[in-house]
């Protein structure tokens, strides 16, 4: 019988993602429920050191899939060793991180398992046994609520929406050796072109200050990168600066951008259309400053304020920098 709830955890050049901790905190909140275990699969090379940490948020089991075939992310290679893992231990319920890799890594996962999967969660529950997954749809217009009818029952969670609590202190960690054929894998890593900037990537940044249209062309954007770097912020955008060529497309925010939950999302000069709404609208507050009264931002906004940014964007640094200093 399937059995116990389980996570994929996602590391990256030898350090576990935030987002790990948060699908391990949700993984124990359900397991406790269910009066189960929590087993976490983390796969990569030379990454055995990273395991006892996963216990620390409320992991039982740590199997760690550790082999030269895995040092680079590869959809085969990963969805592969992951799929020999959960199959030989049939969990009742498989979470993954609703991340750029989560994403990747899920969408295979779930075929090779042939069961279903609820995407991009923002809430899990146990109903009658069984894990209730609420999700946005319609690029948040409403929410659905899945109960995902195949095993196990799979769920990818936003990153930044779920509580990293922290409630447990050793987890036992094992070694599992994968069955990788290398003549099998079709995807061969040639290179790997690594972000140098150092910014909080804006799936796990906690403030985000966001530039629109409005700023007019990429010469304005250093007063967004001033109040930026001031609070702590990472920088995004809309897809209309990231297509005019004033941002790169790692910052766009959105539908066919990224999709961001930060504590505070300032929109400055974005128009609030739905492409951009259905990526930062579960952000916890959301400050826009926009000279048009009837954008649509403002529905969303819990501050708004109708001024030009060129004015209000530089006082607004002034302040926060008076405040925190
Ligand atoms: C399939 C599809 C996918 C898409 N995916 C995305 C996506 O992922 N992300 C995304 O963002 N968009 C996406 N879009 C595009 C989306 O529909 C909008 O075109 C885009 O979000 C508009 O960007 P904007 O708000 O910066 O520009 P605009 O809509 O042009 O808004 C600019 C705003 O700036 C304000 N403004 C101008 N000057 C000032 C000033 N001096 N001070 C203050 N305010 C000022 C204006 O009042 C206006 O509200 C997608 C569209 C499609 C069709």
Redesign the pocket.
């Known amino acids: 019988m399937a059995q116990g709830v389980w996570i994929v955890a996602e590391q990256r050049d030898g350090t576990l993602r935030k987002v790990s901790f948060e699908i391990a905190a949700t993984a124990r909140r359900l397991a406790d429920e269910l009066e189960t275990e929590v087993s976490a699969v983390l796969l990569g090379s030379g990454i055995e050191g990273m395991a006892p940490e996963l216990g620390e948020y409320g992991v039982d089991r740590v199997f760690v899939v550790d082999d030269p075939g895995l040092e680079t992310y590869t959809t085969d290679a990963y969805a592969a060793a992951a799929a020999g893992v959960v199959k030989e231990n049939n969990p009742a319920i498989l979470l993954l991180a609703a991340s750029v890799q989560g994403k990747d890594l899920s969408s295979r996962l779930v075929g090779k398992l042939a069961t279903g999967m609820a995407t991009d969660c923002v809430e899990v529950t146990i109903d009658d046994g069984k894990l209730l997954a609420k999700r946005p749809m319609y690029a948040g217009k409403c929410y659905g609520e899945i109960v995902v009818s195949g095993s196990p029952q799979m769920a990818s969670l936003r990153p930044n929406v779920f509580p990293a609590v922290e409630n447990q202190k050793a987890g036992e960690v094992i070694q599992y050796a994968p069955a990788l054929k290398a003549e099998k894998l079709k995807t061969r890593v040639l290179e790997v072109q690594k972000d140098t900037s150092g910014k909080v990537d804006l799936t796990e940044a906690e403030i985000i200050v966001s530039?629109?249209?409005?700023m007019?062309g990429p010469e304005n954007y250093p007063i967004i990168e001033e109040l930026a770097e001031v609070l702590g912020a990472t920088v995004g955008?809309?897809?209309?600066?990231?297509d005019a060529g004033w941002r790169p497309q790692s910052d766009?925010?959105?539908?066919?951008?990224k999709i961001v939950s930060p504590n505070l999302y300032i929109a400055?000069?974005?128009?609030?259309?739905?492409?951009?709404l259905?990526?930062m609208s579960s952000s916890k507050y959301i400050v826009a400053?926009?000279?048009?009264p009837d954008?649509p931002?403002f529905a969303k906004a819990d501050y708004g304020i109708v001024?030009?940014?060129?004015k209000?964007v530089p006082e607004v640094t002034v302040a926060a920098k008076k405040l925190l200093s």
């Open positions: 530039g629109g249209r409005g007019k955008a809309s897809r209309a600066s990231v766009q925010v959105g539908q066919t951008g400055c000069g974005i128009s609030g259309a739905i492409q951009h259905a990526g400053i926009n000279k048009d954008a931002i001024d030009d940014l060129f209000v």
